[in-house]
C-alpha cells in the first residue's frame, strides 16, 4: 500500500489519482465496445458526451456524499480537506448518483432512453468500481475494522488506517468487494448473450439489486466509517434504499417492457445491433 508511484521533482505523482484515471478510462472503452455492439445507431456519440459530464459530475457528487454522509465529524473540524480529493475520500454511491443526475439531464434533452444507456453503461460502470476499489486499497483510505484473528491486512505506518487501528490485522472488505464486482461483471457478460434477449432496463436493475446487496453485507466489516443508528453506516442506509428501487425497477421493467426485447446476441459480422 502506497500513496504515491513516484516524484517528478516536488509533484508526487498519487496511486489514487493514476487508478481513479485508469478505473474511468477502461470503464469508458467498455462502455463504447457494449454501445457499438449492442446498441443503436449515433449511441457512441452520445457517449463521447456524456464521459466527460458523468465524470465532472460524479466527482462533485462521490465528494459530497463522503462529505457529508459518510465523514462530516471529521470534515467540519478540517473544512480545508472538503476539497483534497486528492487525498481520497470518493463514495462510489455519490458518484454514481452524481453521474446518473447529469445522464439523466443529458438524454432528456436529446430524447434519449435513460434505460436503454443506463443499460449499455452497466457492465463499464462495475470494471471501473472494482479497479476504483484498488485505488481506494493502494492509498489505504478505505478499509476494514480489525478481525480479531492474527491474519488480515496490516497497513504501514503513515496511513489512515494504520493511524486509527496500528498494526492490527484487518478485514480485506474493499478488496472483496473489487473482486465480487468482477464476479457480476462477468455474469453481466452472460446476461447480454443471452440469445432472445431481456427487456429494457432489467441489466439496471441487476446490477443495482446485486450490487445493494453485496455492499450492504460488506460494510459491516468496514472500519473507517461512522455507525448510526442499528449499527449502520451511511453506506448501508443507502444500500437499503437502493436495493428498494432495484426492486421497484425491475417490477416495472417486466411489468411495462416485458415483451420488448433489448438485448441480442453479437452480429457474426461484429456490426451493431438494434433495440426493439
Not at 457529508?68 to 480537506?81: M, R
Not at 439523466?104 to 432512453?113: A, D, E, G, M, Q
Request: overall charge positive; charged content about 15%; aromatic content about 18%.
Amino acid at each position: 500500500m502506497h500513496s504515491y508511484w513516484f516524484w517528478i521533482g516536488r509533484f508526487p505523482v498519487r496511486t489514487y489519482s493514476t487508478i481513479f484515471a485508469a478505473a474511468f478510462l477502461l470503464g469508458l472503452g467498455v462502455t463504447l465496445y457494449f454501445a457499438r455492439v449492442y446498441g443503436e445507431k449515433g449511441d457512441t456519440d452520445h457517449w463521447w458526451n456524456l464521459a466527460p459530464l458523468c465524470l465532472v459530475f460524479g466527482i462533485v457528487g462521490a465528494r459530497f456524499w463522503q462529505v457529508f454522509f459518510f465523514d462530516w465529524s471529521f470534515y467540519k473540524q478540517n473544512p480545508g480537506q472538503i476539497i483534497a480529493i486528492w487525498n481520497g475520500g470518493l463514495s462510489i454511491q455519490g458518484g454514481l448518483a452524481g453521474a446518473i443526475i447529469a445522464a439523466i439531464v443529458y438524454l432528456w434533452r436529446h430524447k434519449k432512453s435513460v434505460l436503454h444507456f443506463s443499460d449499455i453503461s452497466v457492465p463499464g460502470v462495475t470494471l471501473g468500481m472494482s479497479i476504483g476499489r484498488d485505488a481506494d486499497f493502494m492509498n489505504a483510505s478505505a478499509y476494514g475494522k480489525p478481525t480479531g484473528h492474527s491474519w488480515g491486512v496490516v497497513f504501514p505506518p503513515g496511513t489512515l488506517a494504520h493511524d486509527e487501528y496500528g498494526a492490527q490485522p484487518l478485514w480485506p472488505a474493499v478488496i472483496w468487494e473489487a473482486q465480487v464486482d468482477i464476479i457480476l461483471l462477468a455474469i453481466l457478460f452472460i446476461l447480454f448473450q443471452r440469445q432472445k434477449g431481456w427487456p429494457r432496463g432489467f441489466a439496471s436493475a441487476y446490477y443495482v439489486i446485486t450490487y445493494s446487496v453485496i455492499r450492504f453485507f460488506l460494510e459491516i466489516l468496514r472500519g473507517d466509517s461512522p455507525r448510526f443508528a442499528l449499527g449502520w453506516d451511511a453506506a448501508q442506509y443507502t444500500a437499503v434504499v437502493t436495493f428498494v428501487l432495484g426492486i421497484v425497477l425491475l417490477v416495472w421493467v417486466f411489468w411495462k417492457n416485458g415483451d420488448k426485447r433489448m438485448f441480442y446476441t453479437r452480429p457474426n459480422n461484429g456490426g451493431t445491433t438494434e433495440s426493439k
